[in-house]
Structures are given as structure tokens and as C-alpha cells.
């Protein structure tokens, strides 16, 4: 079955430091990868996606994400974080089952900045 | 503004009750659906739905009902609250049929359910 999977539930940073958090999936066909981010006491909002094209996408307030095919990977990355990335991230991967896609999500990842 | 909008956004419930959570978009969507956000689980896909009069099931239907006769409106029910429903569940739309691949979900504020 397919699954995504996010390493960290978890993460405390402190202001300016650099972020990376983790998604791998396991499915080998196309594939659309999402990041969404769901800031406190707010709905669930698109971060960043990838269709095609360029592995490497910038989405909103400095994010990007790199998608390594050969690695399975959609890793989220920002190079200096603010108190008020303070959030939970999810990935998420649609996938062909057949004639139709399947939108799997990750767990999530709390990440809290500390000012 | 225009959106998904989710009521009611906190309800406690009995066991054994029943209950109706709304969600209504005004973007014209085809794509509705609803999910369950548990700690550490993610989201889980509740039911959808690709148009009005259609509607399918997801991941985990047990226990809920759907119905779609507008394109606005995919209200979800409850037909016997039981506490392992306790749970915050939101409503996505989106502009076609995820089948599609390639589309964004736009999700409402959510509806905190708890059931004693």
C-alpha cells in the first residue's frame, strides 16, 4: 500500500536557525507532491507543490522543497526560520491507483520556533 | 471572502446521538470531500465526492453518511456518536476531481467533534 511518511513528529528550533523537514513516500509511479501547512487555530493551507518540471520549488513566506525521484523524497526546507513558522506541516502524495489518483498524507510535523 | 466553510466549529456529543457536520463552498467545485485529523495519524479521507448526486467512499466511512444535491453544500453525518469519533474533522474542495492528480485543496477551519 502506499504510504507517506514523515520522520520527525516533532521539531523545536530556535529563530534563524535553518529547517528541514522529512517526507518519503512509497509508491513508483507519477506522482504529485504536496507540503501544507496548518498555522495555530487556522485551516490546513497550501504550502508548495510539485507537478512537474523542476524538482526544486519555492512556495510561500521563503519554503522550498526539492523532490528526489531516485530517493522517494520531498524533503521541506527553509534557511532561516521565524517565530512565526510555528505550525504543523503535512505532505502529501498523489499517486495513480489505476484509472484514479489517491492523496495520501503524512503524519504531520509540529514545529515550534522558540523567539 | 469566498472559502469553505465548516459549522459547527465545536460540538460535544453523547454516545448514541446523532449529529450533522455542515460544509459549504461558494467557488463552484466539483470536489468535495471530508476528513478526519487524528494526532499522529494525519488525515484521513471520511468520504468525497466528485459532483452533486455522486458521492464515494474513503478510507474510513464507518460510522458517517453523506449526501451532495448541491454543488455547494456535502453535509456530513454522525448516525451513533461513539467516542472513537471524537476527532477534528474538516471539509476540502477543489476545482476538479483529485482523479485529476494535480489539484489543490482548499480546506475549511475544521469542526472539533468530541463524543462522551
Known amino acids: 500500500a502506499q504510504s507517506v511518511s514523515q520522520h520527525n513528529h516533532h521539531v523545536i528550533l530556535s529563530e534563524a536557525a535553518s529547517l528541514e523537514l522529512g517526507c518519503n513516500y512509497s509508491y513508483g509511479g507519477t506522482v504529485n507532491l504536496f507540503w501544507y501547512v496548518q498555522y495555530p487555530g487556522q485551516h490546513l493551507q497550501l504550502l508548495l507543490k510539485?507537478?512537474?518540471?523542476d524538482p526544486l520549488v519555492k512556495g510561500i513566506k521563503g519554503f522550498e522543497a526539492e523532490f528526489i525521484k531516485s530517493k522517494f523524497s520531498f524533503n521541506l526546507r527553509k534557511p532561516s526560520v521565524q517565530w512565526s513558522d510555528t505550525a504543523e506541516y503535512f505532505c502529501?502524495?498523489?499517486?495513480?491507483?489505476?484509472?484514479?489518483?489517491?492523496?495520501?498524507w503524512g503524519a504531520g510535523t509540529k514545529l515550534i520556533i522558540k523567539p | 471572502n469566498a472559502g469553505v466553510t465548516q459549522t459547527p466549529k465545536f460540538q460535544v456529543l453523547k454516545t448514541g446521538q446523532s449529529m450533522t457536520l455542515q460544509c459549504a463552498q461558494d467557488?463552484?467545485?466539483?470536489?468535495m470531500s471530508w476528513y478526519r485529523q487524528d494526532p499522529g495519524m494525519g488525515l484521513r479521507l471520511i468520504h468525497y465526492?466528485?459532483?452533486?448526486?455522486?458521492?464515494d467512499q474513503g478510507e474510513v466511512p464507518n460510522g458517517y453518511n453523506v449526501s451532495r444535491s448541491t454543488t455547494e453544500d456535502f453535509p456530513l453525518r454522525l448516525l451513533s456518536a461513539a467516542p472513537s469519533q471524537t476527532s477534528v474533522y474538516f471539509c476540502a474542495s477543489s476545482i476538479r476531481t483529485v482523479s485529476s492528480g494535480a489539484n489543490v485543496l482548499t480546506f475549511g477551519a475544521g469542526s472539533r467533534l468530541t463524543v462522551l
Open positions: 502529501a502524495v498523489n499517486g495513480a491507483q489505476g484509472s484514479n489518483y489517491q492523496l495520501i
Open positions: 465526492s466528485v459532483g452533486a448526486g455522486i458521492t
Open positions: 467557488m463552484n467545485h466539483e470536489y
Open positions: 510539485y507537478f512537474s518540471g
